[in-house]
């Protein structure tokens, strides 16, 4: 089964904390001892002090940073991939929190990466981890591995048929949880789904990798299902909603974000049906989150922009990529 067009990233955390310190601890000085480590064996990474980057609001709506890190401006400290592949926050919940984001459905290669940077650490650092609970975590569910194992999906037909209640009922009351984009209590504009592991504890890494590989290639089955079916009982309906959604997004002179959501659901699920074809089907997922309002007005360099000029903005943006990535 293929189900490449429904997965938006794969993402591994690894929660680790060094011994003896405490959780609170507000020293940017220590966290700056951990980035030299994490540096010094990944010079491809680069250190930057929170309170220093201008655009964290850009990196939030990005998911390379937490809500919870944006709180300690004063001392936090980001380590990241200039390609955004990796990224470390020093003084989120827990002292260290690696990332490392995948634009594809490989969960094993993604931890690999990340494993790296955690193993590199502990020859540095003593990190806290007691025999019988393992590495300890400052939030309960995060003891044992430290790991959550996520994976972005798009599930439209599941959404649009109103059946996705049913997943969030199977999967609450599994070692599985389901959130919108941006974590717990978020909405989930644009029928995008985050699915990860609840907890850690009693469980390895591979126990827990395994566990949402095999859910999430159920719940692509289930998806892709669903949409043949739609297909068959009404292609017409869909066909027509799609090429509004074109319509729409490759003439709007406003678009807000709200609305630009909306139809690039309808875009991506003509993308799968194979009624549009693009060069590259990534560019469909990036205008996801690159049209958000941060991130428009950073990668525009226009700073205190109201909203009408990022609606502005945000239109003429789809409507390039769209017609220029578009096969005929």
């Given at each position: 089964m293929n189900c490449d067009n429904l997965i938006m990233t794969t993402r591994i955390r690894l929660a680790r904390n060094i011994a003896g310190v405490p959780f609170n601890i507000k020293d940017r000085h220590f966290f700056q001892s951990i980035a030299d480590s994490i540096v010094a064996y990944n010079p491809d990474l680069l250190v930057f002090n929170l309170e220093d980057i201008t655009e964290r609001d850009s990196l939030f709506e990005q998911h390379l940073i937490s809500a919870d890190f944006l709180?300690?401006?004063?001392?936090?400290?980001?380590?990241?991939?200039?390609?955004?592949?990796?990224?470390?926050?020093?003084?989120?919940?827990?002292?260290?929190?690696?990332?490392?984001?995948t634009n594809r459905f490989n969960l094993l290669e993604t931890y690999h990466v990340a494993k790296v940077i955690a193993d590199c650490l502990e020859q540095d650092f003593t990190v806290a981890r007691d025999p019988h609970l393992g590495y300890l975590t400052k939030c309960p569910t995060n003891l044992g591995s430290g790991m959550r194992a996520s994976v972005m999906i798009y599930l439209p037909a599941l959404t649009l048929t109103k059946k996705i209640a049913?997943?969030?009922?199977?999967?609450?009351?599994?070692?599985?949880?389901?959130?919108?984009?941006?974590?717990?209590?978020?909405?989930?504009?644009?029928?995008?789904?985050?699915?990860?592991?609840?907890?850690?504890?009693?469980?390895t890494d591979q126990e827990i990798l395994q566990m949402v590989i095999s859910k999430i290639n159920e719940l692509a089955a289930i998806e892709l299902n669903l949409e043949r079916e739609l297909w068959q009982k009404s292609p017409d309906q869909i066909i027509d909603r799609v090429m509004r959604a074109w319509g729409i997004l490759t003439n709007a002179h406003l678009l807000t974000s709200q609305e630009a959501v909306e139809q690039l659901v309808w875009i991506k699920l003509g993308v799968t049906l194979k009624i549009l074809a693009f060069k590259n089907n990534r560019v469909i997922d990036d205008l996801f989150f690159v049209t958000k309002p941060a991130t428009l007005t950073t990668n525009s360099k226009l700073k205190n922009a109201n909203q009408i000029t990022r609606d502005r903005l945000r239109a003429a943006s789809i409507r390039e990529k769209l017609l220029l990535f578009r096969i005929k």
């Open positions: 709180q300690n401006i004063a001392y936090g400290i980001l380590v990241i991939h200039k390609n955004n592949k990796i990224s470390i926050m020093l003084g989120e919940e827990d002292h260290i929190r690696i990332q490392a984001i049913t997943i969030f009922n199977e999967l609450d009351n599994s070692k599985l949880t389901i959130r919108g984009v941006y974590g717990e209590n978020s909405d989930t504009s644009g029928c995008i789904y985050q699915i990860s592991n609840q907890n850690c504890i009693a469980m």
